[in-house]
């Protein structure tokens, strides 16, 4: 909700700032609007995107080899573990001065940023779903609950660190909040969002 805010004040102090050059004639003001960093910082850091879903792992210690044997293994030695875990986790930039820049020409406004990446994740363990089937002969052993846990965030992690359609969502509504910023002026300019490890991306119009 903060967030939101947020963005409205800064949306609204743009407006006004533009009117206020409109209404005087000062070119001088929209130029500082546009070039101002802090604010677009913050508004970049704030155009967080939010993903939220349920991460799944089945780790058991029989395997069907299509023997005859498969049957005993499971009645008297088998231990097989289902645990799933919502989760929540955030995309986004995380600025720094060596990878954040913005330039303004004559006709193009470019705001240099770095690359979106997995700002935190988080498992609900409070929500956790845990089921077992286990053999006569094995008893429970929490410690394999805590080991199946440690991994499924591990690997969880991992698939969502190199997930290509969050980190294009990200990028593509970092866009659209810049885009509202600098709507005042892109009547006159077109806007780029350039990315660190990229050439350019495609001018919003």
Aim: charged share 25%; hydrophobic share 35%.
């Amino acid at each position: 909700m903060k967030k939101i805010l947020y963005l409205v004040v800064f949306i609204l102090f743009t407006l006004l700032v533009f009117w206020l050059g409109k209404r005087f004639g000062s070119t001088n003001v929209s130029q500082q609007v546009i070039s101002n960093s802090t604010i677009v910082k913050e508004i970049a850091e704030l155009a967080s995107l939010d993903v939220q879903g349920s991460a799944s792992i089945k780790r058991s210690n029989i395997e069907n080899s299509g023997d005859w044997t498969d049957n005993l293994k499971k009645t008297f030695l088998e231990n097989t573990i289902w645990v799933t875990i919502p989760y929540q986790a955030k995309y986004g930039v995380n600025i720094d001065d060596k990878s954040f820049k913005v330039q303004m020409t004559d006709k193009k406004i470019i705001i240099s940023l770095p690359a979106p990446r997995l700002l935190s994740y988080e498992l609900k363990m409070d929500k956790m779903e845990t089921s077992n089937r286990k053999g006569w002969l094995l008893f429970q052993d929490d410690e394999t609950y805590t080991d199946v846990q440690k991994k499924l965030y591990q690997t969880s992690r991992a698939q969502l660190e190199s997930n290509p359609t969050y980190i294009q969502q990200s990028k593509e509504k970092i866009k659209k909040v810049m885009e509202q910023y600098y709507a005042p002026f892109l009547k006159d300019h077109t806007l780029e969002v350039r990315y660190e490890g990229e050439t350019s991306t495609p001018a919003l119009n």
